[in-house]
């Protein structure tokens, strides 16, 4: 439906696990390439590189794209080893459309979860399909599990940050997220506080909707 209206590229703009040491909750990274089993999908350079200069600080690596939760640190450390610095569960689908479109893509997510932070198993169920939470299945992971609490506790605050950061991305980047090939009046735009509110807002539910965790 968007490339009937003559999209001119896409960006896979939300949150992501980190897999490299090191990667903190609210850290940014920008994709070189997205990795999903044999496939490579290269970034926009131009894109790219106006979304690292506008974010200071953010990493510049390999983003690994899967269809399945990664939640577990041991997990985590070994995709490290073969693949990139954090993953997500929608870049290789952004990628793939993108190249099927042959239009450019870039992806800029901020990090929720560090390598050495195990996802608790309520994670998996919180969610229903429309990315709101299901307190029924919540309660009775909780009952089952009661230990699980305090990693839950600890995931809200990190998730909390990444909003965080999203909703400040949002104000840097600008209705345009850095897209260069806007004109200048677009380009140059910026999200007023209740704009920037709104594009973290869907940006997490999105993303979360997917990866299972609610911010």
Known sequence: MAM??????????????????????????????????????????????????????????????TDTLVSDPLTK?????????A????????ARIAAAHRMPFVVCRAIIDSADTPLPSLALVALRDDGTTDVAAVLRSVLK??????????????????????????VILGPAMGFPHFPNSLADTRYTPRMAQKCCRDSIRATTQRNGVRP
């Open 77 to 85: 450390k070994s995709l490290y080893a073969q693949t990139g610095a």
């Open 145 to 170: 599990q009661p230990a699980q609490l305090p990693a839950l506790v600890r995931i809200a605050r990190a998730a909390s940050v990444a909003r965080t950061a999203l909703r400040r991305g949002c």
């Open 4 to 65: 009937e209206f003559g999209v001119s590229g896409i960006i896979s703009f939300g949150v992501a696990g980190g897999l490299a040491p090191g990667l903190a909750a609210g850290d940014w990274i920008v994709a070189a390439t997205v990795r999903t089993g044999q496939q490579r999908f290269p970034t926009d350079l131009q894109w790219t590189r106006n979304l690292l200069d506008r974010l200071p600080g953010a990493m510049h690596a390999d983003i690994l794209g």
């Open 87 to 94: 993953v997500d569960m929608e870049s290789h689908i952004v």
